[in-house]
C-alpha cells in the first residue's frame, strides 16, 4: 500500500486510522438513553443524585454540632 505521495504505509497506521475514522462516523451518531440524549439524562439524574449525596453528608457531619441540641429546661 502506498499514500498519496508514494511511500509505503505501515499496517500499524492503517488501523489507528481506521479506529479514529470509525470514532468521526460514531460522533455523528445521537446517542440516546431514554428518549433523550446522554447528557440530558445525565443532567436529570446526576444533579439530583449529587443533591441527596451532599444533604446527607452535611447531615451526618452536622450531626452533633453542640449548637443544634435541645436544652431539657425548654
Given at each position: 500500500?502506498?499514500s498519496d505521495?508514494?511511500?509505503?504505509?505501515?499496517?500499524?497506521?492503517?488501523?489507528?486510522?481506521?479506529?479514529?475514522?470509525?470514532?468521526?462516523?460514531?460522533?455523528?451518531?445521537?446517542?440516546?438513553?431514554?428518549?433523550?440524549?446522554?447528557?440530558?439524562?445525565?443532567?436529570?439524574?446526576?444533579?439530583?443524585?449529587?443533591?441527596?449525596?451532599?444533604?446527607?453528608?452535611?447531615?451526618?457531619?452536622?450531626?452533633?454540632?453542640?449548637?443544634?441540641?435541645?436544652?431539657?429546661?425548654?
Amino acid at each position: 500500500m502506498t499514500s498519496d505521495n508514494s511511500r509505503p504505509i505501515s499496517k500499524g497506521w492503517l488501523f489507528a486510522g481506521s479506529i479514529v475514522s470509525n470514532f468521526q462516523k460514531n460522533l455523528k451518531k445521537e446517542i440516546v438513553m431514554f428518549g433523550l440524549p446522554v447528557s440530558t439524562t445525565l443532567l436529570v439524574v446526576g444533579v439530583p443524585a449529587i443533591w441527596v449525596l451532599y444533604t446527607l453528608g452535611f447531615l451526618w457531619v452536622t450531626k452533633n454540632w453542640p449548637g443544634l441540641k435541645r436544652n431539657a429546661e425548654r
